[in-house]
């Protein structure tokens, strides 16, 4: 019976002209979104690996003059590396905050202290104001409406027509009914997300993303279940198609739209930002009173490394510049931990509050499972810092007791390579939302089966 | 066989269906008199399970409404006053959505058939029902009737709105229905096909079943008149 009860809904839905438009129209926003983001995410790889090629050119001269002979270290302190978050795992998933946080940062010797925001990329903003046109905006906004557009009457539909107590009268139990014809109603839709992430893992993706894809798929599929769910909760209990449609219309602005900006405004407001001007503003009054105690900053300084005091000399100005940037550095330390705490506590309240709408939990695993989230910027920020401080250990005792860089120090020299999550981290995070977003379809699936017991027949008959 | 015991309804305080107990054996065709708002529609729908009773209780063929709602309906055929199907589908789509629905298969030829059966044009079958007539409906309804084997069938209003011509051929089928054994319930205003069509004639009136009537019993009676006096005692 399950098999022709599908093939007939198939059946009954392929001659409705209008869900071959709007299938028509979901495919082309998702081919639209994998080309967005793809074109973003080949953009944001050359500049990876621009810069990637030009510190690996630069090392390679570099070992070269120190095949020929010993070099001041100052010099290539001065010159600094480029620290480069490697592309997303998933990159054609989901934009999310790559186009807002920083994929490379400059480090160089004399300025560590800086803030590390100094971006190659040319960005449109009008893009940083909308947000982009990828994958995950069409499936966290039109995946919902598409799939609402062909699942709202269920029932609804059949009550007003007068079909419904026909049907209800063959013995059929409504729950079971409801259940297939959602499932036969939002196959095509459902498959479609489904490819369309499939395809952005399978022709963007780094090697070994096949946990990640397969995670994706089931948090798309979660949240489809979660939108057809409300679509046969809301069918067991509204009266006319009409009212299902709004009633499903006002669901999808209240979780789409509103809760999102709701929460982000709340979290803004429990933990604000400090704002960048601030830090800046620290950092320059900062400089600026290390600058006038330089000479004080130094001796004392010697005073605590006598091991570092360059014998029978007098210190030079690059000693007591690396001096004054360590004091800016400690300095402006409170104000940068402040930042970033203030970001972990709003993502940890995002985190906290995202089961308020299935939109927010799908939005967080997508960008997380993309590699473009949060978690992978703020990884990034945090080996960023370790990778200063080991520069700062290299190159302060070499400049401190003027010894010159040789060939033997090259294999020494810091250099920076990403180390990407232990996928327990991430599967944790989006594990937590996946399941998070199961339960709640299963609760509102629950809800509906109760409310479509035969028992409860004479008030859906109508 | 169609049955119900002490059968009662209330909306608010108002009893819609009142102490009512009525057998209908298999084979017979019951036709359920009484002006709108007697309990006729409401009585078909206690034995459809899509009201609850407030006392007694329904039983098709042995299973209890309430009890064991989904086994009741899998042995009972309702035609509605408008037989509401779905206009994209052709008949013999309609009859297979539906009476697979019901739990039964049928091939495509036995589909037609069954079509056939009910008077259905055979031209008319891969139709869409869009284009039907409230009588082809009707007939894709006796259809659905015969397609799932239904034990008892419950009519409400038949033939309200359907020509002669067309009244004539729905009261010959249920005719043949009956004489495969099907008990059946009609729910009408129409004093002249109750008397043509049912075994016996039932008068309902407040929920109350104030008489009860072999049609052979009252062949030389003025059914019309015997109606009203019903009505104004």
Redo the contacts between chains.
Sequence with gaps: ?TS??FK?EL??LA??RAAWVLLALFAGALGYGILNGSRAAARRHEAATTLIQGSDDFLGQVKQALGQQAIDPKALASRGTVAVLPPAPLPLLATGQSDLSPGHESVVLWRLSASGDTRSELQNPSHLLTGRFDLAFVLVWLFPLVLLALVYDLMAGDRE???L?????????PWS?MARRAFARSLHVLGLAALATLAAGLFGGSDGTGLRLMVALAVVLAYGLFWIALAVAVNAVVRSAASAATSLGAAWVLLVLVAPTLLNATVETLHPTPSRPELVAAGRKASGEAEKRGEELLNSFYRDHPELAPPGQQADFAAQHLTVQSEVSRAVEPVRQKFDEQLAQQQAAVNRWRFVSPAIAMHEALTDLAGAGYWRHRAFREQVNDFKKSVADFYTPKIHLRQALTLADFERLPKFAFREEPPAAWLNRTGTGLAGMFALAGALGAWAAVRLR??K??AL?G | MLETVKLTKKFNSHAAVNQLSLAIQPGEVFALLGPNGAGKTTTINLLLGFLTPDGGEARVNGASVAADPIAARRQIAYIPEQVMLYPRFTGVENLDYFSTLGGRRHTRDELLQLLKKAGLPAEAADRRVGTYSKGMRQKVGIALALATEAKALLLDEPTSGLDPAASHEFSQLLRKLAGQGVAILMATHDLFRAREDATRIGILLDGKLAGDYATNDIKGVDLEKLYLKHLRA
């Design positions: 019976m022709q009860l007939l059946r009954l001659r409705e027509s007068g079909t107590r026909l049907a209800l009268s063959q013995g059929i139990r009914w035969p028992a027949l004479g008959a």
